[in-house]
């Protein structure tokens, strides 16, 4: 199972039914170590994990012009075992820590983890209008929600706001009551 071609021709038959869409040469084998040091134990005392996967994969696979990452994992059994299910999660969360550690470790070494953070609050006036959607409203509502002085200029100065859907409506609501106060606002 470890030579690209058995590997890839198993998962095209299981995943494709046959048809060839894991290539070969696209895969990349990786260490098939898993250690973790999981949370618990006693006076939270932790204790390590160590399994060993058979054969894990990585492959780059392209779909409709966008990159999709997988890791692809065989495990031999020569015998029904009604754990397996089990054991296969427990090699997929200490892998997907493991992907964790090093993406911190990386970000650590390059710098700050940049993440993009829609908070209305923070958002100037003059920017709302870089909006081109419904969320220019939904935003700037949210922004001014406890203003009722600022909320009123807005609804009065900007006639969008009268044209807001029923999701939209629903997404600034929390419950019936509201729905119906901001039904009213806006006509």
Not at 113 to 131: C, G
């Amino acid at each position: 199972m470890r030579q690209n071609e058995i590997f890839a021709d198993a998962f095209n038959y299981f995943v494709y039914g046959g048809e060839q869409v894991i290539n070969p040469e696209s895969l990349k084998e990786l260490d098939t170590r898993e250690i973790d040091v999981p949370y618990g134990g006693e006076k939270g005392a932790k204790q390590p994990v160590q399994k060993t996967r058979d054969v894990i994969k990585s492959v780059i696979a392209m779909m409709d012009k966008c990159t999709a990452y997988l890791l692809l994992a065989i495990e031999g059994q020569s015998n029904i075992h009604y754990a397996m299910p089990v054991k296969n999660m427990v090699y997929d969360a200490l892998q997907y820590a493991k992907q964790v550690e090093e993406a911190v470790v990386s970000h650590k070494l390059s710098g700050d983890y940049k993440i993009n953070l829609l908070t209305p609050a923070s958002i100037e006036d003059e920017d709302f209008e870089k909006f081109q959607s419904s969320l220019k409203e939904v935003l700037s509502f949210i922004k001014y929600a406890r203003d009722k002085d600022g909320l009123k200029k807005i609804l009065d100065s900007d006639e969008s706001f009268r044209h807001l859907g029923r999701e939209e409506v629903d997404v600034l609501s929390v419950s019936d009551s509201d729905r119906k106060a901001l039904w009213q606002l806006l006509k």
